[in-house]
């Protein structure tokens, strides 16, 4: 059974910085893939917007909103996935879901995806 369990959310001002983890288990296919998404706030009739994944291959890939700001990375042997955000400004304030899944189902939102129960980050002075 797969599952994901995010961390790290939390309270940060204007300008600050979180490391988001996920912990994933039970993904035994290799070709799929993982990434990070996210729902704002005034945004949640939107679905979840995509931030960055990481391709099988270990490739990172970003959403063209998210770049220079937030860096994906993974640990294969802790089983873990990671997002650094920095310069976190007030509309970033949201729930961070990270997802596992077939390659169509991360990058383009068709099929099944695994979901973790997110982690909420505000970001207000």
């Known amino acids: 059974q797969v599952k994901l369990v995010e961390s790290g959310g939390g309270s940060v001002q204007p300008g600050g910085s979180l490391r988001l983890s996920c912990a994933v288990s039970?993904?035994?296919?290799?070709?799929?893939?993982m990434g990070w998404f996210r729902e704002t706030s005034g945004k949640e009739g939107e679905g979840r917007e995509p931030?960055?994944?990481?391709?099988?291959?270990?490739?990172?890939k970003y959403a063209d909103a998210m770049k220079g700001r937030f860096i994906i990375s993974k640990d294969n042997v802790k089983n873990t996935l990671y997002l650094q955000m920095e310069n976190l400004q007030p509309e970033d304030t949201g729930m961070y879901y990270c997802?596992?899944?077939?390659?169509?189902?991360?990058?383009?939102?068709?099929?099944?995806?695994?979901w973790g129960l997110g982690t909420q980050v505000t970001v207000s002075s």
């Open positions: 997802a596992a899944g077939p390659r169509n189902a991360i990058v383009y939102g068709v099929g099944a995806r695994h």
């Open positions: 039970g993904v035994t296919d290799s070709t799929w893939y």
């Open positions: 931030i960055a994944y990481i391709e099988s291959s270990g490739v990172p």
